[in-house]
């Protein structure tokens, strides 16, 4: 065919001068608050924390409360005290809590994490804040957190009383109560405070297991708070 169109076909990819490469770009989310579920599979997103914020107590109270209180002290110390009808000095147990990294375990990095919250250190700065439903008036308890004069007062849920008188948990300070909890049932079962939560109305003379955890040196100061229980 004289004066037909010769097309010639590569068989090859051509290179072109004029291609450009596209450019990706690269966005910095360093310092955004991670959203729940988005942390790492440790749970950590950030240098962990060897040691608590400062010193903070907590305790039940009001009528339908027992006179139970825990104390959290630097770096990391756990305090619990017991008082019982009739004892002239609480029985105290002492421990530490595990530290940054434990596993299966409430460390304290989520301690100190809880604690640190901005939730929780604005209602600690508003000298007394009460969260949900004071039940103390109905012979209830609520959960107190003190840190200096600052207190945080949680009661029951507002669907329990009239919700225009009723302010709910922030979510820091309910994951604060969670994690405090958590953590004094953890240490509770430590063998030095198994002890000292045995001193109840009906189980009082607990000698021989108190003798063999102050000889293991996790009692600190019991002596007296079981002489003074075997006195009804």
């Known amino acids: 065919m004289d004066g ?26 360093s310092d955004v608050d991670p959203l729940p579920g988005q942390l790492d599979a440790d749970g950590m997103d950030r240098p962990c924390v060897g040691e608590l914020p400062g010193d ?59 604690l640190s919250d901005r939730e929780v250190t604005a209602a600690l700065a508003a000298g007394e804040s009460l969260f949900g439903c004071d039940a103390r008036t109905a012979g209830g308890a609520v959960l107190v957190v003190e840190r200096g004069n600052g207190r945080i007062i949680l009661g029951d849920p507002c669907r329990v009383c009239a919700p225009a008188s009723c302010t709910p948990p922030p979510i820091g300070v309910q994951r604060l109560t969670d994690v405090l909890v958590a953590l004094r049932d953890q240490e509770l079962l430590r063998p030095g405070c198994v002890a000292v939560t045995r001193l109840d109305g009906g189980a009082r ?24 229980s075997r006195t009804d």
């Open 4 to 29: 037909a169109l010769r097309f010639d076909v590569p068989g090859f990819d051509v290179v072109r001068s004029d291609r450009v490469t596209a450019r990706l770009e690269v966005l910095d989310f």
């Open 205 to 228: 003379d607990v000698s021989s297991d108190l003798a063999t955890d102050a000889a293991a040196g996790d009692v600190l100061a019991l002596d007296a708070a079981v002489d003074a």
């Open 56 to 114: 903070y107590r907590f305790f039940a109270e009001g009528p339908g409360a027992g006179d139970d209180r825990v104390t959290l002290s630097l770096p990391r110390r756990f305090r619990f005290e017991r008082r019982l009808p009739g004892m002239t000095t609480p029985a105290v147990c002492e421990t530490s809590i595990p530290a940054c990294g434990a596993v299966d375990a409430v460390d304290v990095d989520e301690v100190a994490a809880a």
